[in-house]
Structure formats: structure tokens, C-alpha cells
């Protein structure tokens, strides 16, 4: 795997209304951190942070100003959903030579920051390298860069009541896994096995919508109609303890959509578009 990637680093959930998103997660047993604006974008998050990895609650706080980093377009198209995943890199600079040395034509890094709404004097600040979807066979990516990660993971950020400890996976619906596996093949520089890209951290699973149901990804229930694909679909994140999980959301109110050994999965409609599964190492 070349140097530049350091795995999953987070997925970035599409969603309408910031403030019932986060309820939301939270009635899953996730803590959410407090709202961050982007500066100079149309786009705010919720971050869940983990020890390696977060997922991130993107929508749209400020509708007047222009950037809505393609948002408004995933949302009229889709609705709420999994955006897309992010790779980490601790360089997105130095990544820049690496990935076009692998014949890709990646384009930044760009800034990205959004100061902390309990210090407005800290900011949190990346830069994000773009890889063009037509390269990475429709199923987009990019890779982040952390140039504060010390301000990413506040005291009690990672305290989750349903004992969530990293987001290990990720399922994207394709029409030919082989056509979308070889470009992240390339990009990762190691084989995929099995429909299921080795990230580093974590895995990120393909399969075609006839083949979802026997992957050993966290697919769930396919949207109807079916979007266009490739696409982002659901999501398998590391928890200390299934039942832990089970009881966090029974107090949530929130009844497992399916179970099984070792595993639970929540339904889309319970967790803003995205099949969410909680598994045990």
C-alpha cells in the first residue's frame, strides 16, 4: 500500500437538517460533537469521533453562500445518505507526487477549515487532495490531511453510550466490481479480495445489486428506485459490546432492524439513509 494512504479516515453522511441528524445519532448511542461551520462554505458538520476514524454529519447552515462542497446536488439527487468516504494521509502535499506517480491527476490540496464553537479562537484545519471519480471508476474519494489533529478529539468526544470504537467498513453498490475494483487496486496498491478493498484501516466492500445480499459487507436493504452507480450505501462501525449497543438503543427508542452472532444492523430510515451496522472485533 503506498505510504500516502493511512486508511479509512472518515464518511461523510449527506443530510438535510443538521439539528435532527444529530438527535438522531445520538438516540443511536453516539456522542456528536458541537456544530462546526466551514469557513467561507455553504456546509456545516456534527463530527463522531473514534480513536482512528469519524464520521462526519454534513448540511448545508448557510443556503446563501455559493460552496456547498457538491452537497445540494448529492441531496436532490439521493436524499439523505452516505456521501462518501475519505482516506487519510499524514501529507496531503507530499501524497500529491505519490498518487500521480501511480498515474492518477489529482487536484489540490485544498483548505478546509472550521474554528470550534467552544474556543472560536481554535481552528480545526485539513487539506484535501481530490482524486477525479473517472479514475477511481466512478466510486469517489478523496484524501484528508489533518493539519490540527490535536484539537480533533476533545476530552469525552469519544465516549459513546453504545460503546462505538472506529468505522471499520464501508458498502458501495456497482454494476461491475472488477471495473471499479482495479482503479482502487492501483490507487492502494494491493489486491482486492473478495469484492473488498483492504483500506489499511478498515475495508470498503463491492458489490453489484444482485450480489449485496451474500457480501460480507454492511449492505442492508437496497434504495427503490436504485440509484446510479456506483454508490455509497451503508456503514459497519466497531462497538466494545453488541449488547451494549442492543441496550443503547432500546433506550433510544431504536429497534435493531436485523441481528445476528456478533453483529446488529440499524435501518436507514433510523440512521439518515444508511444501512448502520454495529459488530464486535
Avoid at 87 to 106: H, K, M, N, V, Y
Wanted: glycine share 12%; hydrophobic share 40%; aromatic share 4%.
Amino acid at each position: 500500500m503506498t505510504d500516502a494512504i493511512r486508511g479509512i479516515d472518515h464518511a461523510i453522511i449527506g443530510v438535510r437538517d443538521l439539528d435532527a441528524a444529530r438527535a438522531q445519532f445520538e438516540r443511536l448511542g453516539f456522542t456528536a460533537a458541537p456544530l462546526g461551520n466551514h469557513v467561507g462554505k455553504a456546509t456545516a458538520n456534527h463530527c463522531i469521533m473514534f480513536a482512528d476514524s469519524y464520521l462526519e454529519l454534513l448540511g448545508i447552515n448557510e443556503p446563501d453562500k455559493p460552496d456547498t462542497l457538491g452537497l445540494d446536488a448529492f441531496l436532490a439527487a439521493r436524499g439523505e445518505g452516505l456521501v462518501k468516504i475519505a482516506l487519510g494521509t499524514p501529507d496531503a502535499d507530499a501524497a500529491r507526487a505519490d498518487i500521480e506517480a501511480q498515474g492518477f491527476s489529482p487536484t489540490g490540496p485544498d483548505d478546509l477549515a472550521r474554528p470550534l464553537t467552544d474556543r472560536p479562537d481554535a481552528i480545526v484545519r485539513f487539506r484535501n487532495l481530490q482524486i477525479p471519480e473517472a479514475e477511481t471508476g466512478g466510486l469517489g474519494t478523496f484524501l484528508c490531511g489533518h493539519k490540527t489533529p490535536e484539537l480533533m478529539r476533545p476530552p469525552g468526544s469519544m465516549d459513546h453510550a453504545n460503546g462505538a470504537r472506529n468505522l471499520v467498513a464501508a458498502a458501495a453498490v456497482v454494476d461491475d466490481v472488477g471495473a471499479v475494483a482495479g482503479p482502487w487496486e492501483k490507487l492502494l496498491g494491493r489486491p482486492a479480495a473478495g469484492g473488498a478493498l483492504d483500506i489499511g484501516r478498515g475495508h470498503v466492500y463491492l458489490a453489484t445489486p444482485a450480489g449485496a445480499t451474500g457480501s460480507n459487507g454492511p449492505y442492508g436493504p437496497l434504495p427503490d428506485p436504485l440509484p446510479a452507480r456506483p454508490f455509497y450505501l451503508g456503514l459497519r462501525v466497531e462497538v466494545a459490546s453488541v449488547g451494549a449497543a442492543r441496550e443503547a438503543l432500546r433506550q433510544g427508542g431504536i429497534t435493531p432492524a436485523s441481528e445476528a452472532p456478533g453483529r446488529l444492523r440499524v435501518a436507514p430510515e433510523d440512521a439518515c439513509g444508511i444501512p448502520l451496522e454495529f459488530a464486535e472485533a
